[in-house]
């Protein structure tokens, strides 16, 4: 079976090739296409693979190419995780932001805006050539704004693009682990948008199980989201964000830490990632071992400047292993051998959630089975949570709009209608700021 990593000179592609080492059986992926833009990044990335399939027994062959057309052509899946713009355009995003007083981050608010402005032409022609070159091909997309990616996708893919995230399970997981509950045993109440969902119950044997922690102040407290949020917020709730959520429920606390922080994580990232691939071309350098050094830096400073807000300290240990690429195996080998399981992803809605329409693509439960994956039915969304999935929708869609009209006045609508944008006149002067900085804006007119 062949799969396609856009994005393959990507740092975080030796996650994906790490899990497929360990999948054995009919219907493994033997061959590994990356495709990415600069050859550099993916002699790189190639080289760090061989050191990880060295001394394993039918380790997946491995080909780079620069040429998408080729990469696409007769593939069985497609594994999207492009950053249109690099690092550099991320670290663009959130310094523009921040100057108006904004927050920048990647997926939220006015940096997710301009992110998905610039990506989502980009995955559009991808979603028409996979229809074209591997039209019996999935797609899985990790592409940031994930849900917002994925949506545009699907008007060219229907529901052979899905969307995944690892924020869902590691939260399901850390919820089931102060439990006391085995994650695989758990079935997670989640409902939302990619970065902007909630649990509303954990079920073990059919008992639900969140009261018991909501009700129990030193166990609420004790792990990531309870430091993070605040045990009274939590109760408050009576559920448990996605951590994603702490931009908007502390967004004014958050904005002043992104302001008073030596570099932005975009920077951050833009500046380790250069050293990192910079050393990956001294032929005496240990790629694996270098590699695995930066991904554990990478994972310790992740949203340090919410922890630090909220006076939560350093990561526990093991929420620092990741997890999008068991995920994104777990999915692959669900629909090639029909192995069927349930996951969180991002999917088209049908009659999920009322509120929204059936093609808003939204993120919840899914049962997933050799036909794709299929969205669980939820209880109703509470209003708290409403007024937000459908104002962050709406962006979304403005986003949509903007990129395929090519109209500036709907990408200022895009801006100044999400809840993290106080202005409209602020959102002028971001639409401004950004297609300073960006030639992938250049479209805007």
Known sequence: MKLTILGGGGFRVPLVYGALLTDQGEGRVTRVVLHDLDAGRLSAVTRVLAEQAAGVPDAPEVIATTDLDEALRGTDFVFSAIRVGGLEGRANDERVALTEGVLGQETVGAGGIAYGLRTVPVAVDIARRVARLAPDAWVINFTNPAGLVTEAMSRHLGDRVIGICDSPVGLGRRIARVLGADPKQAWIDYVGLNHLGWVRGLRVAGRDELPRLLADRDLLGSFEEGKLFGVEWLQSLGAIPNEYLHYYYFNRETVRAYQQAEKTRGAFLRDQQAHFYEEMQRPAAKA????????????????????????????????????????????????????????????????????????????????????????????????????????????????????????????????????????????????????????????LK
């Not at 329409?357 to 708290?384: F, K, R, W, Y």
Request: glycine letters at 6%.
């Open 288 to 443: 694996l071992a270098t590699w695995d050094h930066t991904r554990a830096e990478r994972e310790a400073t992740y949203m340090a400047e919410n922890r630090e807000t909220a006076g939560a300290g350093e990561r526990d240990a093991d929420d620092l292993s990741g997890g999008y690429e068991k995920v994104a195996l777990a999915l692959m080998r669900a629909i090639a051998r029909d192995e069927r399981t349930t996951l969180i992803l991002n999917v088209r809605n049908r009659s999920t959630l009322s509120v929204l329409d059936s093609e808003a693509v939204i993120e919840v439960p899914c049962l997933v089975d050799a036909n794709g994956a299929h969205p669980v039915t939820v209880a109703p969304l509470p209003d708290h949570a409403t007024g937000l999935v459908c104002s962050v929708k709406a962006v979304e869609r403005e986003v949509m709009s903007a990129a395929e009209s090519g109209s500036r006045t709907t990408a200022v609508k895009a801006f100044a209608q999400h809840p993290l944008v106080d202005s409209v006149n602020v959102a002028r002067r971001l639409v401004d700021g950004y297609t300073a900085v960006h030639p992938g804006l250049a479209y």
